[in-house]
């Protein structure tokens, strides 16, 4: 499998994919009443070894690394 360093991608944010970029996104906290408050989604990001090398990296590209 082909990997992208994460240097083309992102700008090296704590909560960033290093291998697809995927970051936190904006969006809306809709109450009972519709009234928006702003919220982010988060990616759930952690810690692996992939080919010798520590990486933080999004649940997504764990789960196509190990098909």
Not at 8 to 33: A, K, P, V, Y
């Amino acid at each position: 499998m082909f990997y992208v360093p994460c240097s083309m991608f992102c700008d090296f944010m704590s909560r960033t994919c290093e291998i697809c970029g995927r970051g936190t996104q904006s969006g809306n906290s809709r109450s009972h009443s519709n009234i928006a408050s702003k919220r982010k989604f988060k990616v759930n990001v952690q810690s692996k070894k992939i080919e010798g090398k520590k990486m933080k990296v999004c649940a997504k590209c764990i789960k196509t690394i190990s098909k």
